[in-house]
């Protein structure tokens, strides 16, 4: 499953959020993450991980959005924020922890 999603403002580049349909079992808050981006050439993943929501932020990075993947349940939170670094998403923080 896959979903546009608008990290940067070049318009001969698109990117894609996608994850597969079942989480392949990883758990009830936690599936795989995969951020693509399509020129006219080719694709190229940008970013592995997983979560259950993607966040996009507000400032950016060598020409696309900081990002935040989180999931939680009612006992554990997980969140981690990421930064493009020119040629993929670097983590550049994250926490683990009871729900804030």
């Not at 608008?6 to 990883?26: I, M």
């Not at 993943?45 to 990002?67: F, K, N, P, Y």
């Not at 554990?76 to 009871?98: I, L, M």
Request: aromatic share 12%; charged share 15%; hydrophobic share 35%.
């Amino acid at each position: 499953m896959g979903k546009t999603i608008h990290l940067s403002v070049r318009p001969f580049v698109q990117y894609f959020a996608a994850t597969t349909s079942n989480g392949c079992n990883w758990g009830a808050t936690l599936g795989p993450i995969w951020l693509v981006s399509f020129n006219s050439r080719r694709g190229k993943i940008v970013l592995v991980s997983g979560g259950a929501s993607v966040t996009v932020g507000t400032h950016s990075h060598h020409g696309l959005r900081d990002l935040a993947l989180s999931a939680g349940t009612a006992g554990r939170y997980e969140e981690q924020e990421w930064q493009f670094d020119g040629k993929r998403y670097a983590k550049t923080r994250e926490y683990v922890g009871p729900p804030h």
